[in-house]
């Protein structure tokens, strides 16, 4: 059985949301808690989380724990860009979408590099065919935008290959 370490740490994970939104230690909330994320976990085979199991190497341990403050980074600076352009008088905005080479073969990753960059203030993902990913902007880097956008994208993928591949 090839996909359980995946089915429990994906039931781990969501039965560590569970008790993190009841804060109960209720035997029956515990208990519907447990049974309810091992349902949800053997349905979608681990789909949830894949095997988090790998992240308890150091080397991947770090890389995960680097991406977090890497993306933390990034959200900040990008919440503060956004804050200041929202409260000019004349809102600066130069929407336009970009396409980009994604380098991952893991599609969990490049997923992950897909959702981070809508997580980011100012960003979206519009969608990833085979290696290629589209990003729209609320306003246009100056310069080369494609180059830009490459170098976004692609700081997030070097830091993934890390942790997926």
Do not use: C
């Not at 370490?5 to 029956?28: N, Y």
């Not at 000019?88 to 992950?112: D, F, N, Q, T, Y």
């Not at 830009?148 to 290959?161: G, I, K, N, P």
Request: charged share 20%.
């Amino acid at each position: 059985m090839r996909k359980a370490p995946a089915v429990v740490s994906t039931s781990v994970v969501l039965l560590g949301i569970w008790l993190s939104l009841t804060l109960s230690t209720d035997i029956q909330e515990i208990s519907i808690g447990v049974v309810v994320s091992l349902i949800i976990s053997i349905s979608t085979h681990g789909a949830l989380t894949g095997n988090l199991f790998t992240l308890l190497r150091p080397k991947k341990f770090l890389a995960a724990a680097e991406y977090v403050l890497f993306f933390l980074g990034q959200m900040v600076k990008a919440n503060i860009d956004v804050f200041f352009r929202i409260f000019r008088p004349v809102i600066p905005i130069r929407p336009g979408i970009v396409k980009a080479k994604l380098r991952l073969k893991s599609e969990r990753a490049k997923a992950i590099v897909a959702n981070s960059i809508t997580l980011t203030p100012g960003t979206i993902t519009i969608d990833i065919i085979d290696d290629e990913i589209f990003v729209h902007w609320v306003f246009l880097p100056g310069g080369d935008v494609h180059e830009q956008t490459q170098s976004m994208v692609d700081s997030f993928a070097v830091r993934l290959e890390k942790i997926f591949e």
